[in-house]
């Protein structure tokens, strides 16, 4: 039995040899004018892994990365998966106390980092000794000792009680997740992927292995710069072109000035329901590429919800979304029970793509597995349209592509002895979506706005900190029947008082 379970599963490593095997001289890794074919990336992840390998690091272990994009990140990545050790995304926006306290979540191995955020490193990290990212590389073959279930990365999400937690995407899921990104998006194998968000999203680690997976070539790019994006698209055809509602107006500005000529993208966009229809009528046009309806996560990847593409210059009445063909979801009320067609429940989802649970985190894992399966904390109503999102059980702010839980910044705000009460709300924004607000009750008229957003500056990275700060008598917090202040009041107060 034990054979035949091996027979049945691969990883990560060994799918992406196969590829070098069948067509070594594809272009594999694209960064300015660097290009590395499919054997020449199997090279230098090679020599790398030997280095990791000789410096102790085995299967289990975890190596942090503090690095912006670049080839040497993904390198990295694909020779942990060799040696079946999971690679920790440090995100580099994040201060070093916050820092800190990922890094020691995960216990890892080394800390690796680029010179630009290496003095972030050491702050973060003052006991440990933070190698260059781009200086690992001996001579000499490692060991293939990964395994289906090995942990493959580690993409840090908050949390409701205000610190990350690290979810683990084993070899499995991130190979499940190729198959969906390929059969939900209806890509192929000459389709190129441009990585141009953060290695610590998903956006920029996920969708660049399983473009790897498949065959194709990754242009990697050091943020979001739309002139060059648009350059690769006059050389490349990209499958998923991923923009996030921030971005894809930069896009678009350049698109009408430029009108270039594409080699062709299959799909554009993420975030439907965040995005202006006009935006995506326009985009759509321009590109002549239907436009992602999804919904997803880090924990389940680009499914439950990624089988529904906007077609070039149709808006539909409803953002419904439909189901991947990798995902079973229920929609359970708070009695656990299976809601009636068009009410409101919580997405629970089982499938292949799903990560391996929170490192460290025994008693959330039971929570959140309670069943067999995963409690999304999001909450649909499904309608003949399909699955229309109704809101998040677990309140949580995205702006700009980033996931913003209040609880992270109401730490922050209420440890200052000026301050008798406080909660961070959500408040719409053309630019970012939405960003957090916060609602003060003070014991001490000397703090002001200013005040509170310095002491956010201290603890916090620049895109959690309030971008506007109420100051309300404690007495007008609406509150529950427990004394809870009731969020959702609080927020509707806020965009009353901003309209």
């Known amino acids: 039995m034990s054979d035949i379970l091996t027979a049945s599963g691969t990883t990560v490593w060994r799918l992406i040899a196969g590829r070098a095997h069948d067509r070594p001289e594809a272009p594999a ?9 499919y054997a020449d990336m199997i090279a230098a992840a090679d020599c790398i892994a030997a280095d990791l390998a000789a410096r ?5 272990d975890r190596v942090a990365i503090l690095s912006e994009n670049c080839i040497e990140y993904g390198l990295t990545q694909l020779a942990c998966a060799k040696l079946g050790a999971m690679v920790a995304c440090l995100n580099w926006r994040l201060v070093a106390p916050e820092l800190a306290w990922c890094i020691e979540l995960v216990q890892p191995r080394l800390v690796l980092c680029s010179a630009r955020h290496r003095d972030l490193a050491r702050a973060a990290c003052p006991d440990r000794q933070a190698l260059d990212l781009r200086s690992l590389g001996c001579a000499g073959e490692a060991p293939d000792l990964a395994r289906p279930e090995d942990g493959f990365i580690i993409i840090y999400t908050s949390g409701t009680t205000g610190r990350p937690k690290a979810a683990v995407i084993s070899q499995r899921a991130q190979i499940a997740r190729m198959c969906a990104f390929r059969l939900d998006l209806g890509l192929a194998r000459e389709d190129g992927y441009i990585s141009w968000a953060p290695m610590f999203h998903m956006g ?7 473009t790897l997976l498949i065959g194709g070539a990754v242009t990697v790019m050091d943020g979001f710069d739309a002139d060059r994006i648009i350059d690769t698209l006059e050389q490349q055809r990209i499958g998923w072109l991923m923009t996030v509602p921030a971005t894809t107006e930069l896009l678009l500005a350049r698109l009408r000035t430029r009108r270039p000529r594409i080699k062709g993208v299959r799909v554009v966009g993420a975030m439907a329901d965040m995005t202006p229809a006009a ?3 326009e985009v759509t046009r321009l590109l002549d590429a239907p436009y992602l309806n999804s919904f997803g996560a880090t924990e389940t990847g680009m499914p439950p919800l990624s089988g529904d593409l906007i077609r070039p210059g149709e808006m539909p009445r409803s953002l419904a979304k439909k189901l991947s063909v990798l995902t079973e979801l229920r929609l359970v009320g708070p009695d656990g029970r299976d809601v009636a067609e068009g009410e409101t429940g919580e997405a629970w989802v089982r499938g292949p793509t799903l990560f391996s649970g929170y490192w460290n985190a025994d008693q959330v894992n039971r929570e959140t597995f309670s069943g067999g399966w995963f409690h999304m904390g999001d909450l ?3 309608t003949p349209a399909g699955y229309e999102f109704a809101g998040r059980s677990k309140y949580l702010i995205k702006s700009g592509g980033e996931n913003i839980y209040p609880a992270e910044i109401e730490r922050v705000i209420l440890a200052d002895p ?21 609602v003060v009750a003070r014991c001490d008229d000397s703090l002001d706005e200013a005040g509170v957003i310095a002491l956010c500056r201290a603890s916090l990275a620049g895109y959690k900190r309030p971008k506007g700060v109420v100051f309300v008598p404690v007495e007008q917090f609406p509150r529950s029947t427990s004394g809870k202040i ?11 008082a901003t309209a």
Request: glycine letters at 10%; a negative charge.
């Open 29 to 37: 890794l694209i960064e300015g004018g660097r290009v590395l074919s």
């Open 56 to 60: 102790g690091v085995t299967r289990g």
């Open 204 to 210: 920029g680690t996920e969708h660049l292995f399983s």
């Open 279 to 281: 935006v995506i009528d």
């Open 380 to 382: 649909f109503r499904r």
């Open 418 to 438: 000026r301050v008798a009460d406080a909660i961070v709300v959500r408040r719409p924004d053309p630019h970012w979506g939405e960003v957090p607000v916060a």
């Open 486 to 496: 009731i969020r959702e009041a609080v927020e509707a107060m806020v965009q009353e």
